[in-house]
């Protein structure tokens, strides 16, 4: 079974622009969160969706940054216009949602990079 | 609110040298704790967890023990090996369901032979 995958793995772009990372949820989670890692500082959450809802979106730093999820399946994530301070690994993770806590699963992250 | 604090690293050591890396949280109520690790080019995985207290997490000779009464969650591992070089990450989650994880900023151990 495929896990979580995210594109790009590397996005290099100049302040001012847009970029949007895409997150593929492993098939049937209808948990999918999106988190940051800034340089150096603990990886923070940013929202939970679950399925095409948003359950949760208390991370999110500014109206700059807009996720979708639509149909509940993939997931993108865009910035616009990016700032340097946007820099940094953003994951996403997924999970089932019966039950108490499940095992949240993670992809390998896409690196941002704002010039 | 919700914080894990770990050791600071970059921590090296020798291959079969003892390893502990700190943790420690601050919660309301009664979190799970866990430790993910993320080595070189991939994601973040599940190395162990524990949900309640006196709970002792193990997983590939690593193992933590969920301390409330220091709200610790310290990782050892009596003999490292190369392979484990990775960056890990003490986390939890403030209650059961699904919440976000709270995450420490990370520790990166670099095992040499």
């Known amino acids: 079974e495929a896990g979580v995958t995210q594109f790009p793995s590397h996005s290099v772009i100049e302040k001012g622009q847009t970029v949007t990372l895409r997150c593929d949820p492993i098939?049937?989670?209808?948990?999918l969160y999106w988190y940051r890692r800034v340089m150096g500082k603990e990886i923070k959450f940013l929202l939970h969706?679950?399925?095409?809802?948003?359950?949760?979106e208390s991370g999110m730093p500014n109206n700059r940054f807009l996720a979708e999820r639509t149909g509940g399946t993939y997931s993108t994530l865009k910035v616009q216009p990016a700032e340097l301070e946007d820099s940094g690994v953003y994951f996403c993770a997924s999970s089932q949602r019966q039950g108490s806590y499940n095992e949240q699963f993670f992809g390998p992250g896409t690196r941002l990079t704002v010039l | 609110g919700n914080s894990v604090t770990q050791m600071e690293g970059p921590v090296t050591l020798s291959e079969e040298a003892f390893l502990t890396i700190n943790c420690t949280y601050t919660?309301?109520?009664?979190?799970?704790l866990f430790w993910y690790v993320q080595y070189p080019g991939e994601g973040l995985q599940l190395l162990l967890k524990?949900?309640?207290?006196?709970d002792k997490g193990s997983n590939k000779g690593f193992e933590a023990t969920y301390r409330k009464e220091t709200t610790s969650f310290h990782l050892e591992k009596g003999s490292v090996q190369v392979s484990d070089s990775a960056v890990y990450f003490c986390?939890?989650?403030?209650?059961?369901?699904?919440?976000?994880?709270?995450f420490g900023k990370g520790t990166r151990l670099s095992v040499i032979a």
């Open positions: 969706f679950v399925k095409e809802s948003k359950q949760d």
């Open positions: 098939s049937g989670h209808d948990n």
């Open positions: 919660a309301t109520g009664y979190p799970s």
């Open positions: 986390a939890l989650i403030r209650n059961s369901g699904n919440t976000p994880l709270v």
């Open positions: 524990a949900t309640k207290a006196d």
